[in-house]
């Protein structure tokens, strides 16, 4: 399996707190991604990294923020949480090679629930 | 007309039974493709590759028309162990990620 962990597997936490997620990676790979899968909806990018410090937005970056100040550590940060940001977050990380078909890798997910 | 779509499922299946699903993508400039599955509460596992040429890796086996934009997965002699739901995704491009994940079908094999 692809070395990838998640931090932390589950939370509880109230609305209007701030929450941070972290995914770490020992396979040293460019671009990581951070989603959320909900019911009838499947998985959605929130935001993703192509590089240290180079983040861009998916489709539902709203409330969410990031950071990479390192390869192997991607942050995905609640800076107020609300109950519809209850959901499992998952981190996945994949390599760029020219005319390569590279695919993601998943970590085990974060459940994060906001009362 | 979203990117990727998929059967919409449930399939129920017996043991031992051959199933297949599809998955269309809208983008022709889509360049690489992926069968996932996924377990109830758990994270999305890479299955296969999907290469022009179509591929086998034992039991299954993925084809891909690109003229159609049309992805397909067969699973044959199907196990009890293969209840999951299976993701269809596409990836733009080769070295700029961009991966689009269809909806999922869920697949219940039964004894």
């Known amino acids: 399996d692809a070395g990838i962990t998640q931090s932390p597997r589950h939370k509880v936490t109230e609305t209007g707190t701030p929450v941070t997620l972290r995914c770490h990676q020992t396979?040293?790979?460019?671009?990581m991604y951070w989603y959320r899968q909900d019911p009838g909806h499947g998985l959605r990018l929130i935001h993703y990294?192509?590089?240290?410090?180079?983040?861009d937005k998916g489709e539902v970056s709203d409330g969410y923020s990031v950071s990479r100040s390192k390869t192997e550590d991607f942050l995905l940060t609640l800076e107020s949480a609300t109950s519809s940001q209850t959901s499992v977050y998952f981190c996945?990380?994949?390599?760029?090679?020219?005319?390569?078909?590279?695919?993601?890798?998943f970590g085990d997910g974060t459940r994060l629930s906001i009362l | 007309r979203k990117e990727v779509e998929q059967d919409p499922g449930p399939f129920n299946v017996p043991e031992g039974a051959t199933v297949a699903f599809n998955c269309t993508y809208s983008?022709?400039?889509?360049?690489?493709f992926f069968w996932y599955r996924q377990d109830c509460r758990k994270e999305p596992k890479l299955l296969m590759s999907?290469?022009?040429s179509g591929n086998e890796d034992g039991r299954f086996t993925a084809q891909l028309n690109r003229a159609s934009q049309y992805i397909s997965l067969l699973i044959r002699d199907s196990k009890l162990s293969d209840s999951a739901t299976y993701l269809c995704?596409?990836?733009?491009?080769?070295?700029?990620?961009?991966?689009?994940f269809g909806p999922g079908t869920r697949l219940s094999v039964l004894p």
């Open positions: 996945a990380i994949s390599e760029s090679v020219r005319g390569g078909n590279q695919p993601q890798h």
């Open positions: 396979e040293n790979h460019r671009y």
């Open positions: 990294s192509y590089g240290v410090k180079d983040t």
């Open positions: 983008n022709s400039a889509s360049q690489s």
């Open positions: 999907v290469y022009s």
């Open positions: 995704v596409v990836n733009l491009w080769n070295y700029g990620q961009n991966f689009v």
